[in-house]
């Protein structure tokens, strides 16, 4: 009995994991164009992750915070048309270019 529930709950999961992953490369498909209401519910959808992404990467300063996803925000609508989804799932996608505005974050400071 437990077998068959969680093996239920496993296909549930993997649905929806697929459903939101199909969303996304609509989403970004669509902001690749330009739409700004694509942007919008898909910034919306990541944000709070990337600024738990954020803080792990020891970002703990609220204003740098906002300041670096400022940035990464201005990243993905520069570049959405090089998304490519054989590559790598949107939340990654999202989480490199964060990764790499921390790192040129941390040069430009550390010249100081």
């Known amino acids: ?9 496993n ?3 993997e649905e929806r994991l ?6 996304d490369w609509e989403l970004m498909a ?8 694509a942007f ?4 919306h959808h990541y944000r709070r992750w990337l600024s ?17 996803l400022q940035e990464v925000c201005l990243k993905i609508l520069r570049f959405a048309h090089k998304y490519d989804r054989q590559i790598a799932t949107v939340g990654t996608w999202f989480a490199l270019i964060t990764d ?9 400071y550390r010249r100081l």
């Not at 919008?40 to 910034?43: H, M, R, S, V």
């Not at 738990?52 to 915070?65: E, N």
């Not at 790499?100 to 430009?108: D, F, G, P």
């Open 18 to 23: 697929l459903a939101r992953r199909k969303r």
């Open 52 to 68: 738990f992404h954020l803080y792990q990467k020891g970002i703990l300063d609220a204003d740098q915070a906002n300041d670096i």
């Open 11 to 13: 296909a549930a999961k």
């Open 30 to 37: 669509r902001v690749a164009i330009g739409d700004s209401e």
């Open 1 to 9: 009995m437990r077998t068959e529930r969680s093996e239920e709950t």
């Open 40 to 43: 919008g519910e898909i910034w």
């Open 100 to 108: 790499n505005v921390v790192y040129q974050h941390r040069l430009k």
